[in-house]
């Protein structure tokens, strides 16, 4: 019985010790792009949650093409009616 709660606390332990030291997400992420980079605020966009542009809801790099960081963004901007979402306006988002 003692083993088992032994168990119980070091597992305990060890997830709590490994969230806290887990990396906090970025503040700022800049996306290079040929037509401007672009600077996306990940910090203002963490209110949206996790699970909007992260499969699954689990943190960490997403692979975007330009076709699916304009799917994912564009389509978000326009459905929250916030932020620059008219993709003929390339500069919205792209700065040079």
């Known amino acids: 019985m003692k ?22 997400p970025p503040e700022t992420i800049v996306l ?3 037509d401007g980079d ?13 699970k909007n542009c992260h499969e699954g809801g ?3 790099k997403i692979e975007l093409t ?4 304009h799917k994912l963004c ?8 916030k932020g620059p979402a008219d993709e003929k ?3 919205g988002c792209h700065k040079k």
């Open 58 to 60: 689990k943190p960490g």
């Open 38 to 50: 672009v600077t996306f605020n990940h910090k203002a966009h963490q209110k949206q949650g996790c």
């Open 74 to 81: 564009i389509d978000c901007h326009k459905e929250k009616a």
């Open 89 to 91: 306006k390339c500069d």
């Open 3 to 24: 083993t088992i709660l032994s168990s119980i606390v070091a597992v305990a332990f060890l997830v709590t010790a490994s969230a806290a030291m887990a990396a906090p």
């Open 32 to 34: 290079k792009a040929k």
């Open 66 to 69: 330009k076709d699916s960081a």
